[in-house]
């Protein structure tokens, strides 16, 4: 058995994370969160989203965040789901881009009104445009495994969609278990699948949700398929408000604790990743899911 010697953790927790809180999170506190999640040598990091702040009002002060936060030179990225997003993006300077599609049209449509097609055709030429400029594109891909209205997508359905937007020139591709029904086997088997069919130079990420208590069997099971990327959540926050039932995203610290125990190197600081979620979790109005954090504040070693 080979395993990658070294993993990279993307953290979504102030965006993916924090969209689907229903406090809103004042600034203030945004913004401290990122800034103790850096310096817990956390270097890649989704800060906010470009999307209407009448469908995710927690996102209204995007503008702010990116202000504050931002940094040239690091991936730090920001969500823009359409053209008017992208614009955006271009006026506040950002260099790292996340646009998303789902495999599962239904899941789609509910998400942002569109099928899935009618999202590629719309993408396709910002993601052109976005290249011809220069910029980073991560590509997350949603529904890869299950989708909450149309049940099992189809692994080939995955693939083709993969194949679509690495022609159109993406960096990476975040491939995710939405909804958390993703079990150990299809997840090697679409990512073995995927590292055969795109091109080396993409990075290939997984992203997965806890709602069943697998995510950390299925990372095992990416790293297993060569997979060295990962997107994690501080306290395991998050959650998505058009897939009833998924839970947050797998915690950061849940997913260092193994790599740590398995000698995979990722350079996060895990105390100062646990002082990050210190920081924000007075603000947080459900239970986190976190197993590490958990022992922590029941007074047990990590």
Known sequence: MTLPKTVTLIEVG???GLQNEKNIIPTDIKI???????????????????????????????????KACLEPGKRHFVLAPNQKGVERFYAAGCDHIAVFVGVSTTFNKKNINKTTEESMAELAPLIRDLKARGKFVRACISTAF?????????????????????????????????IGMANPKDVYALFSRLKESLPENILLTGHFHN??????????????????????????????????GASGNVATEDVLFMLNEMEIETGIDMEKLLEAVD????????????????????????
Not at 168 to 175: A, C, I, N, Q
Not at 213 to 225: D, K, M, Q, R, S
Not at 283 to 296: A, E, N, Q
Request: net charge negative; charged share 25%; proline share 5%.
């Open 14 to 16: 102030p965006r993916d």
């Open 32 to 66: 401290k969160f990122i800034e103790a999640l850096k310096q817990a040598n956390i270097n890649e990091m989704e800060l906010t989203s470009f999307v209407s702040p009448k469908w995710v009002p927690q996102m209204k002060d995007a503008d702010e965040i990116i």
């Open 146 to 178: 299950y989708c909450p209205y149309e049940g099992k997508v189809e692994k080939e359905a995955a693939v083709d969609l993969c194949g679509r937007f690495a022609e159109l020139g993406v960096d990476e591709l975040s491939v995710a278990d939405t």
């Open 211 to 244: 709602t069943r208590g697998t995510a950390l069997a299925n990372i095992y099971a990416c790293l297993e398929a060569g997979v060295d990327r990962f997107d994690t959540s501080a306290g395991g926050l998050g959650g998505c408000p058009f897939a009833p």
């Open 279 to 302: 920081l924000i979790r007075p603000h947080i109005t459900r239970s986190l899911d976190s197993k590490i954090y958990g022992l922590r504040m029941a007074g047990n070693h990590t």
